[in-house]
């Protein structure tokens, strides 16, 4: 579900070095962080494998939360800001991680340790650091640099660039024999491997008149049938998560799990009053179609 949102909800997604997305583990993702947990989804999604993720712990504070997210492959990590208490918890992360590895899974984290809407880095915590260095002998392990680059943080369709770079080897990244050392080393070359492949998308300048044209009567379509439901619901998550960075996540989560809802009532309505099933059913593809194409067709007007 999530990677057909995806289509839609990204106008284009540039994958660099994609025959890494079939990649088996041990393999750790190590990701710049600019767009909260939309990354998450992003990466998670396009790997063909399971991704594992560490994700702040304060989200976890609930039970019902908790079992959630924990069947997402979440795993709680705390920062200092969410309570010095809860870092001896950080152990049991670094754990689980390491017991993923073991089986040949795949772990992604933000060496980041915080998002903020920006392409540059920021500090690097320690955390992608250790679990490396603690499943340094584990036989195939290996880590990979992910760089992820949007043209706007707040716009429906937008285009994304994800880049990944070759997988690294353990060797490459401890040659120390001091663990203090062999951290600092793997952050500078994760650095330089990151910003080296981030690269923001350019805004979408105007094409050419032929495909305005072919894509005006679907777009206009997709604008009508849609506009019910994300209209309201773009409007309350842009007063709900006013002066944070949690706008894209909320809007495709709650458009992920809200859209089929939505389209399986119309269709109900109508089935109500009397429609056609081939009707209805030509209804149910145009809903994501001409969504679809309206995000598509909009860029032209910018």
Partial sequence: MARLALRIFCRKRNISNPGTLVESGPLLLVANH??????????????????????????????????????????????????????????????????????????????????????????????????????????????????????????FGKTVNLNIGDPLLPASLFPFLEEAKNIRHFNTVAHHQISSCIDVPQKIKQRGAALYFFLLLPAILGYLMNAPLYMPLQKIILAKTKGTVFYDSVLFGSLLLLYPVFVLLVCMLLLFFGISLPVIGLVFCLFPISAWSFVRWRPLQN
């Fill in 34 to 155: 600019p767009n909260s947990f939309f990354d998450a989804i992003l990466i998670g999604a396009l790997f063909k494998k399971p991704v594992h993720f560490l994700a702040r712990g304060d989200a976890f504070h609930k039970p019902w939360h908790s079992s959630l997210l924990r069947l997402l492959n979440m795993i709680p990590v705390y920062r200092l800001s969410e309570g010095r208490e809860n870092l001896g918890l950080n152990e049991e992360a670094f754990i689980r991680s390491r017991q993923v590895l073991a089986k040949e899974g795949i772990v992604l984290i933000f060496i980041e340790g915080i998002c903020v809407h920006k392409h540059e880095l920021q500090p690097f915590k320690k955390g992608a650091a250790r679990i490396a260095w603690e499943s340094r002998n584990k036989q195939g392990f290996r880590i990979l640099p992910v760089a992820v680059a949007y043209d706007s943080f707040t716009r």
